[in-house]
């Protein structure tokens, strides 16, 4: 571990509150589905007792299809069904898209108060390489606009608090190539990082009995361990004092930038602060650097519980690992767990 992670792990631990929360002995297992949300009527996930939920996605674009008028219909099918069926809901509130898809309301791209709405990413094959079009990202950094989506998030709030298990924000990470050119012109880091702070404050006000997860992975205007600004270590501390979770995209134990990122950061948080990774497609068809070793679901199910302590993982439905690896395996560790009929 080099001296510059170690002293951020030591760092956040000191100026961490102390909590007297317990938090589960081993992580909850939820079925990452995504946008795929019909899937939760399959019969391997709800005959299934080590999957204790679902993890959905809902874009801001179909919950909100018109200023102030909020279509919620769909997520509260979908969590009445779970509940009738023993299970829990975790949302994913999804305002970023990394495709041509934009995934917020259509009255933020005409209005111009909003200055568009959203703001095109864009990234680089490599060092040297044009910026290609990577998705859209809501302008969160924009009063406006961010306005709007705390609304959204106090709507949600009164109307499913207390009865999902909670609702996690999408990643912090957005990219513009390091180009001015592609950059929008009112972003700067420091902006950009209080108004996270801002939507995590107001989620979580939102949600006092659910668990709200910021997915914390990455800020523009810094890249560690080099360039600390202190940008992400920030939304971290913040996510303490508020009393919000912590956690991310892609549970990739070998993989070098989360290791410099997110990880130490999530393993450092402080007792009572709640934590969850998702496992993506690719995730699992990750192989040792060193060995050569392709990852199995018993090696990362024991990073995620023994190095970063999570309370949640979101496994992913890629094939074939999902039927073949991830449900054999965590039926045998509950069957292990709770012996019986």
């Known amino acids: 571990m080099t001296t510059t992670l170690?002293?951020?792990?030591?760092?956040?631990?000191?100026a961490a509150p102390p909590?007297?929360?317990?938090?589960?002995?081993?992580?909850?297992?939820?079925?990452f589905f995504g946008f795929?949300?019909?899937?939760?009527?399959?019969?391997?996930?709800?005959?299934?007792?080590?999957?204790?939920?679902a993890q959905l996605k809902y874009s801001w674009k179909e919950l909100e299809p018109e200023p102030g008028r909020y279509d919620l219909k769909p997520l509260l099918a979908d969590l009445a069904f779970?509940?009738?069926?023993?299970?829990?809901?975790?949302?994913?509130?999804?305002?970023?898209?990394?495709?041509?898809?934009v995934l917020v309301p259509d009255y933020l791209t005409k209005d111009p108060r909003y200055g568009g709405g959203v703001a095109a990413q864009y990234d680089r094959k490599g060092p040297g390489a044009e910026p290609r079009f990577a998705g859209w990202v809501a302008r969160r950094w924009d009063p406006a606009v961010r306005a709007r989506f705390v609304a959204l998030l106090e709507a949600l709030g009164r109307a499913v608090d207390g009865r999902v298990e909670g609702i996690n924000l999408a990643e912090t990470a957005v990219d513009f190539a390091d180009s001015p050119e592609h950059t929008p012109k009112?972003?700067?880091?420091?902006?950009?990082?209080?108004a996270f702070q801002a939507i995590m404050t107001a989620a979580k006000r939102a949600f006092p009995r659910s668990h709200v997860i910021v997915y914390a992975n990455f800020m523009p205007g810094e890249w560690l361990p080099d360039d600390d600004h202190g940008h992400l270590r920030a939304v971290y501390d913040h996510a303490a004092k508020t009393g919000v979770g912590v956690g991310g995209p892609d549970l990739m134990p070998w993989k070098k930038w989360q290791r410099l990122h997110s990880y130490p950061l999530i393993a450092a948080r402080p007792a009572g602060v709640v934590a969850g990774v998702a496992v993506q497609d690719g995730n699992l068809a990750e192989r040792d650097p060193k060995s050569g070793d392709a990852l199995t679901v018993a090696e990362l199910y024991r990073y995620a519980s023994e190095e970063l302590r999570l309370d949640y993982v979101f496994w992913g439905t890629e094939e074939p690992y999902y039927s073949r690896d991830v449900i054999p395996f965590l039926h045998a560790r509950h069957r292990a767990a709770r012996p019986g009929p």
């Open 19 to 31: 909590s007297t929360q317990p938090r589960p002995s081993e992580p909850q297992s939820y079925v």
């Open 82 to 101: 779970l509940e009738e069926h023993g299970k829990r809901l975790f949302v994913q509130l999804q305002d970023v898209s990394f495709s041509k898809w």
């Open 186 to 194: 009112d972003l700067t880091p420091d902006g950009y990082r209080a």
């Open 36 to 53: 795929d949300r019909e899937r939760i009527h399959e019969r391997s996930f709800l005959d299934e007792p080590a999957l204790v939920g």
């Open 6 to 14: 170690l002293t951020l792990l030591l760092g956040l631990a000191a």
